[in-house]
T-cell receptor, first 111, second 112 residues
């Protein structure tokens, strides 16, 4: 059974700092990995999707990497801003057309 | 283009009642998935529909059911509501089920 863990559970950083969020999974048989952000009480916004054959994806200040062999993905946020404050979730997509979500990292960027 | 639309946004129901939630996917998307989000269990998969067929189902009791219409719109039904069904219900759509998923704003269900 696939298990997805995100570390840290919560993170507080000053504005402008670069930061890394981690996602670990137990089964490397995945189709893709997605990173989402969720604002309080809202739906999920897709940030990046990495196919299983890819190593990384970039969008603006965000960079996500995938290492299937070690069961890890990281989301790098450069020059963090208060507007980046949210919960960040990684989700694994497999052959069964469902997403298995991690436990989430609550990020607070202090002005 | 319009995003994923879920209605209603908020619902308050009494134990024992039933409820129907609606999800309109992005135009052209044929896969619709439903998830339940609670503080204790996080995001859990309920079921996925593609071209009016349920392809996958999560580990939820039979009180949770769904369907998809020919225009890809989907509904989720929960019968005999329990207090523990209080949650944020999210639906997501994608082209065929393996691409980037787009989520709606969710329906907040409170069972009293």
């Amino acid at each position: 059974k696939q298990e997805v863990t995100q570390i840290p559970a919560a993170l507080s950083v000053p504005e402008g700092e670069n930061l890394v969020l981690n996602c670990s999974f137990t089964d490397s048989a995945i189709y893709n990995l997605q990173w989402f952000r969720q604002d309080p009480g809202k739906g999920l916004t897709s940030l990046l999707l990495i196919q299983s054959s890819q190593r990384e994806q970039t969008s603006g200040r965000l960079n996500a990497s995938l290492d299937k062999s070690s069961g890890r993905s990281t989301l790098y946020i450069a020059a963090s801003q208060p507007g980046d404050s949210a919960t960040y979730l990684c989700a694994l997509g497999g052959a069964t057309n469902k997403l298995i979500f991690g436990t989430g990292t609550l990020l607070a960027v202090q002005p | 283009k319009a995003g994923v639309t879920q209605t209603p946004r908020y619902l308050i129901k009494t134990r024992g009642q039933q409820v129907t939630l609606s999800c309109s996917p992005i135009s052209g998307h044929r896969s619709v998935s439903w998830y339940q989000q609670t503080p204790g269990q996080g995001l859990q998969f309920l079921f996925e529909y593609f071209s009016e067929t349920q392809r996958n189902k999560g580990n939820f009791p039979g009180r949770f059911s769904g369907r998809q219409f020919s225009n890809s719109r989907s509904e989720m039904n929960v019968s005999t509501l329990e207090l523990g069904d209080s949650a944020l219900y999210l639906c997501a759509s994608s082209l065929t089920g393996t691409e980037k998923a787009f989520f709606g704003q969710g329906t907040r269900l409170t069972v009293v």
